[in-house]
């Protein structure tokens, strides 16, 4: 009876101490976070790509996307918002999603739809591209200073 009662409680023991081997998770853990940009952004290519079209600046408001892994590497990419800019041998252009505003709703090969054009001026979308910078300015200015009166007290 002693032995089996101490077989019991080696064999107790041993089970207490052998945790079962749990499934692991190979995937890359990471914090992934959206937030918006706003400001002059210059693009330069850097490779003999016949694509692109040279150097371009303009005022932006744009997504953002930053994902930081486990390991420490963090990457952040910069999306495709509206923009008032220039590129090379361009006058100044208002783009949304790197289309320019004259341009949404053009047919393949950049035909305009047919018939009279009742639309809004490239003057008009412009003024409406900086207004709408400058709203986005001023409303993300008076979030900060919010938040930095708020965290002071």
Do not use: C, Y
């Amino acid at each position: 009876m002693k032995s089996l009662l101490i077989a019991g409680l080696v064999a107790g023991q041993l089970l207490a101490t052998a945790q079962p081997v749990l499934a692991a998770d190979f995937a890359e853990a990471r914090d992934v976070r959206t937030g918006a940009f706003a400001g002059l952004r210059l693009r330069m290519p850097l490779g003999a790509d016949p694509e692109r079209r040279g150097v371009q600046v303009g005022l932006t408001v744009a997504p953002t996307l930053r994902s930081t892994n486990m390991d420490g590497r963090s990457r952040m990419g910069i999306g495709e918002g509206i923009e008032l800019g220039i590129r090379q041998r361009e006058t100044v252009t208002l783009r949304l999603a790197g289309t320019r505003i004259d341009r949404l709703g053009m047919a393949e090969g950049n035909r305009a739809p047919q018939g009279h054009r009742h639309g809004v001026s490239t003057l008009g979308w412009i003024a409406i591209g900086v207004g709408t910078i400058v709203l986005a300015a001023a409303v993300s200015t008076a979030v900060f200073v919010h938040e930095m009166n708020e965290s002071s007290d």
